[in-house]
């Protein structure tokens, strides 16, 4: 199975999400800025909430998103709420017949506060399980 991890990320903790679910993977975690270079079978892809929408990398990445390039994409983000970029993301992809996983993951930014070390290394955890639920 071909699994590919691509991210957007400011502030790096997007970053550290997509980090743990391409270690568990076993494959290196890309930010959006590097296309797809052959196709895959599950793409996870991750975003920050930023005024409530998604930033414009991530967005542009999505449109790029080529039909048959792709059999999954399966979705992770961070925000300081509870508001996750799958409602965005699926907009985007509308017309595009391009599945999407309808389980997403969800991290809390204040979930990823490296001085609480116990709740972040739970947050890792929970993405790496998440990342081993859906390439199985
Ligand atoms: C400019 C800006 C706007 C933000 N707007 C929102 C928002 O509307 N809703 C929310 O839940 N979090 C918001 N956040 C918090 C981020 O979504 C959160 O810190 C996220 O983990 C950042 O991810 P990153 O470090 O990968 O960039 C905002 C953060 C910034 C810097």
């Not at 793409?43 to 930023?50: S, T």
């Not at 998604?54 to 080529?66: D, E, M, P, R, T």
């Not at 985007?92 to 979930?111: Q, T, W």
């Amino acid at each position: 199975m071909k699994v590919e991890v691509r991210y957007q990320s400011k502030s790096g903790n997007t970053k550290k999400v997509a980090d743990a679910i391409a270690n568990a993977a076993g494959v290196q975690a890309l930010d959006v800025e590097n296309p797809l270079a052959e196709p895959a079978d599950v793409l996870f892809l991750g975003g920050a909430i930023y005024a409530g929408g998604l930033n414009g990398k991530l967005k542009k990445f999505i449109k790029g998103l080529q039909e048959g390039a792709v059999g999954k994409i399966v979705l992770f983000s961070t925000a300081m709420g509870p508001k996750h970029i799958g409602p965005k993301v699926e907009a985007l992809l509308k017309g595009k017949n391009i599945p999407l996983e309808e389980e997403e993951l969800h991290i809390r930014s204040n979930e990823l506060l490296p001085e609480d070390r116990q709740q972040y290394d739970a947050a890792m955890e929970k993405a790496a399980q998440f990342a081993k639920k859906m390439t199985e």
